[in-house]
């Protein structure tokens, strides 16, 4: 499975977690719209550093980094 399918499929499974709707677009905003909160970036922070081997305390973040598959495709792929 190549990394943006991956990341979409766990996006999905947390989007379900939360009770909102699982389908979304590469660009829809997902914290800053309320669809997921701070205990569901640091879930996505968990999972990016276990599936991608990134060191997100090294590298540092913000909220905006998280807010779309494709900003979050931005961290995982250099």
Excluded: C, H, W
Aim: hydrophobic letters at 40%; charged letters at 35%.
């Amino acid at each position: 499975m190549d990394k943006k399918k991956k990341l979409k499929t766990f996006l999905q499974e947390l989007l379900a977690d939360y009770g909102k709707e699982t389908d979304f677009g590469d660009d829809d905003l997902l914290v800053t719209s309320g669809l997921l909160d701070s205990l569901a970036v640091l879930r996505m922070v968990v999972f990016l550093e276990e599936e991608f081997g990134l060191d997100l305390a090294e590298r540092g973040f913000d909220q905006n980094d998280f807010d779309s598959l494709s900003n979050i495709m931005r961290l995982v792929t250099p």
